[in-house]
């Protein structure tokens, strides 16, 4: 919750995007405990942490890719 607060983004609309994207891969990304007397917690399963990992690759190479496109683009406008 406090994440989506920070981010400026509403929880009912994160949980339903999370849901989507576990629905796609055919997998849970949280694991989640209630109760006690501190809340419950929510956590990042195993197939989760593998997807962050995944995509965080994913996008620092297609900012390389973007950032080369985009020096080349600098440069034929000169």
Do not use: Q
């Not at 006690?36 to 399963?45: F, R, V």
């Amino acid at each position: 919750m406090a994440a989506c607060d920070e981010l400026g983004w509403t929880y009912r609309r994160t949980w339903g995007n999370l849901k989507k994207i576990e629905n796609f891969f055919g997998f849970p990304l949280l694991e989640k405990h209630r109760g006690g007397s501190d809340g419950g917690t929510t956590k990042l399963t195993p197939e989760g942490k593998k997807l962050v990992r995944a995509f965080d690759r994913f996008h620092a190479s297609v900012d390389t890719t973007i950032g080369k496109g985009f020096e080349n683009l600098m440069n034929d406008l000169k």
